[in-house]
């Protein structure tokens, strides 16, 4: 009987290996939609608008640029600022200054469509300082380093949002475990020591570390909850991908909608080199 096993495993592999098809699953690609990344800041200008449009979920290339846009920014004071396009898809604002306390508006003509945002400056409390500790790699932290950890007052009144950047060597940190953002609805009026702002990333002597604090409306603080929870949606109990909020709108309802953000922010900043 042994004679007989090994060519029935050859005829059993040949017949297996026959009933694999390669199969072609034809997704719906979906409307293209304009997407907006830009802000407005108290920091010198000039600002920068991102425009891009979706592309298809396996594309798995850069998405596409959007050019030839004719893009407006007017404060609440009346100044009006047209943007010129820098470079393919990015448009630059040419005199405006952001100033804290005011509103902005954005106005956006691409591809026969009008969209609209807008947003504001809020207050933002100084950073007194920033302080450097070692740590050893431990349940704790991920790696052995030096971690750096923010210090600074918390405005008296709830309503305050933040999001916190780190800058290593002029690179902002931009991965998944970088996006940072708080309210102050349980810090309100305290003062805020040895906050820890970096996480998975140890830094290194001689590395040239940039705080920055971004006081950002409740509605930008919302956007960035939802993008947290999409970022993060995986595992066994992941639940069904869904769009973020967006603060641009088509002023036609029934034209094509837009994604993405037109944020305005407050913004303190601290520097320091480790020794």
Known sequence: ??????????????????????????????????????????????????????APYFTNQETPKVTGATLIISDSEGVTDTLKESESGIYLTQHLQGKVGNTYTLKILSNG????????????????????????????????????????PEPVGIGDFYRFKIYQ????????????????????????????????????????????????????????????????NGGLFSNPPANVRTNVHNINSKGKKAVGWFGGAGVSSKEIVIQ
């Open 169 to 232: 060597n002029d690179t902002l940190l931009s991965g998944p475990g970088d996006l940072a953002f708080a309210e102050d609805k349980l810090v309100d009026g305290n003062y805020i020591g040895d906050l820890q702002m970096n996480d998975d990333k140890a830094f290194r002597k001689g590395d040239t570390i940039r705080g920055e604090n971004w006081a950002i409306t409740e509605d930008n603080y919302r956007y960035y909850v939802e993008l947290s929870a999409q970022i993060n």
């Open 113 to 152: 469509e009008e969209y609209m945002a807008q947003t504001e400056i809020k207050r933002v409390p100084p950073i007194d300082s920033l302080t450097v500790k070692y740590h050893e790699e431990s349940a704790f932290y991920e790696e052995s380093g030096y971690y750096i950890y923010y210090n600074g």
């Open 1 to 54: 009987m042994k004679r007989y096993i090994l060519p029935v495993l050859i005829l059993l592999s040949v017949v297996l290996t026959s009933c694999e098809d390669v199969i072609d699953v034809d997704l719906k690609q979906g409307e293209t939609l304009l997407v907006v990344d830009g802000w407005v800041t108290n920091q010198p200008g000039p600002y920068k608008v991102r425009l891009t449009s979706t």
